[in-house]
């Protein structure tokens, strides 16, 4: 069981909006440790795509964004392409475990 | 631009101990405000965060792989290594090694990843 829960699986058409959720603890994103999430192409290694919450790195089109409220986070992506079916991983700080943690990950289709 | 290479054994017996090492290219392992850490991921399964370490030597492990892990580093070889004892077949992965970048306050992110290497644990 991944310390950050992620639904396993999304889908959206072409060209929609979706969200995917990030769900921590008081340990973790609650406690105010930054969510950061990297997007994972089949056979290939994940890539950062949202750090500190909300920030782009430089390249990632202005489609996807990040926010953080609480004891969660959600990555938000309009305008959805075939190109990002992928698997995304949300990602923080815990300061239980005194470790980096991952979210299980999100399986997204486009349809 | 930076660049991460894991090299090592893709198998390993059980019992037998996992060593992998990656190779920084694009820039000193010294430069920087940067920890180094091992990342792995079973087939089929999501990302697990297995220790880092600062090039001071410092170093931090998962607690559930604590008892079996060591990370060092060799600045004179521009890179860092993760042994891992006494592997089972729990321990089949694709193995990642990342920079870890200081981004503000308690903000630290993956920035940088090498493309990963399979490692089976099998007789």
């Known amino acids: 069981q991944s310390v950050l829960t992620q639904p396993p699986s999304v889908s959206g058409a072409p060209g929609q909006r979706v969200t995917i959720s990030c769900t921590g603890s008081?340990?973790?994103?609650?406690?105010?440790?930054?969510v950061h999430w990297y997007r994972q192409l089949p056979g290939t290694a994940p890539k950062l795509l949202i750090y500190?919450?909300?920030n782009r790195p430089s390249g990632v089109p202005d489609r996807f964004s990040g926010s953080k409220s609480a004891t969660s986070a959600s990555l938000a992506i309009t305008g959805l392409q075939a190109e990002d079916e992928a698997d995304y991983y949300c990602?923080?700080?815990?300061?239980?475990?005194?470790?980096?943690?991952f979210g299980g990950g999100t399986k997204l289709t486009v349809l | 631009q930076v660049q991460l290479q894991e090299s090592g054994p893709g198998l390993v017996k059980p019992s037998q101990t996992l060593s992998l090492t990656c190779t920084v290219s694009?820039?000193?392992?010294?430069?920087?405000?940067?920890?180094w850490t091992w990342i792995r991921q079973p087939a089929g399964k999501g990302l697990e965060w297995i220790g880092r370490i600062y090039t001071s030597g410092s170093t931090n492990y998962n607690p559930s792989l604590k008892s079996r892990v060591t990370i060092s580093v060799d600045t004179s070889k521009n890179h860092f290594s993760l042994k891992l004892n006494s592997v089972t077949a729990a321990d089949t992965a694709v193995y990642y090694c990342a920079r870890v970048e200081y981004c503000g306050g308690d903000c630290y992110v993956f920035d940088y990843w090498g493309q990963g290497t399979l490692v089976t644990v099998s007789s």
């Open positions: 694009g820039g000193s392992i010294n430069s920087g405000n940067y920890y």
């Open positions: 990602q923080s700080f815990d300061s239980s475990l005194s470790g980096w943690v």
């Open positions: 008081s340990s973790n994103i609650g406690a105010g440790y930054d």
């Open positions: 500190g919450n909300s």
